[in-house]
């Protein structure tokens, strides 16, 4: 069973980098046809797709997002990782990590259980 | 971008209702639409994929349907665990994985 955690700080100054890491388990990162996603909620708010990163380094950003985000990927440690630069409050949110099944028509079939990151200062 | 609008955003319903969620793409993305619940403190959960396509070890009574620009989650028989908020998301378009604004489904 692929299980995925996120970590990093739960608080962020407005201005600075937000950097979280997902550790995959349960399955090689690097085996079959999967995109390792990010994805956000801010509270009492909607989804909002950050963006994904296939493990041969292949990136997709959200439009909105792409200027301030990098999503990399380190194999020998199963995980990939999110910086999202010069945050706002607004950048405060739940950050969940995601499995992209490319043979389920990309939907999102693994989650981790998200974590919340509050940019203040 | 593909904008995903759903409806209706929030919806009332007893045990044992049929409820049905629909789902518009601004632009036809063939069957590239899935389906989510999410209960409040928890991940988002995969239900439909492919428009249609029931993940294992949902229940039954959820189903999809729909391509090109319209779409339906539909649960035929509500179930006390089902109330949560739904959303639908395009997986055409490889620059973004676009959300509806959900739909909250609370007891009547």
């Known amino acids: 069973q692929v299980q995925l955690q996120e970590s990093g700080p739960g608080l962020v100054k407005p201005s600075q980098t937000l950097s979280l890491t997902c550790t995959v388990s349960?399955?090689?990162?690097?085996?079959?046809?999967?995109?390792w996603s990010w994805i956000r909620q801010p509270a009492g708010k909607g989804l909002e797709w950050i963006g994904r990163?296939?493990?041969?380094?292949?990136?997709n950003y959200n439009p909105s997002l792409k200027s301030r985000v990098t999503i990399s990927v380190d194999t020998s440690k199963n995980q990939f990782s999110l910086k999202l630069s010069s945050v706002t409050a607004a950048d405060t949110a739940v950050y969940y990590c995601?499995?992209?099944?490319?043979?389920?028509?990309?939907?999102?079939?693994?989650w981790g259980q998200g974590t919340l990151v509050t940019v203040s200062s | 971008d593909i904008q995903m609008t759903q409806s209706p955003s929030s919806l009332s319903a007893s045990v044992g209702d049929r409820v049905t969620i629909t789902c518009r793409a601004s632009?036809?993305?063939?069957?590239?639409l899935n389906w989510y619940q999410q209960k409040p403190g928890k991940a988002p959960k995969l239900l439909i994929y492919a428009a249609s396509s029931l993940q294992s070890g949902v229940p039954s009574r959820f189903s999809g349907s729909g391509s090109g620009t319209d779409f339906t989650l539909t649960i035929s028989s509500l179930q006390p665990e089902d109330f949560a908020t739904y959303y639908c998301?395009?997986?055409?378009?490889?620059?973004?994985?676009?959300f509806g604004q959900g739909t909250r489904l609370e007891i009547k």
């Open positions: 349960g399955g090689s990162i690097s085996s079959g046809s999967y995109y």
């Open positions: 998301q395009q997986s055409y378009s490889t620059l973004s994985g676009t």
């Open positions: 632009q036809s993305i063939s069957s590239y």
């Open positions: 995601a499995r992209e099944d490319s043979s389920s028509w990309y939907s999102l079939d693994y």
């Open positions: 990163i296939y493990t041969s380094g292949s990136t």
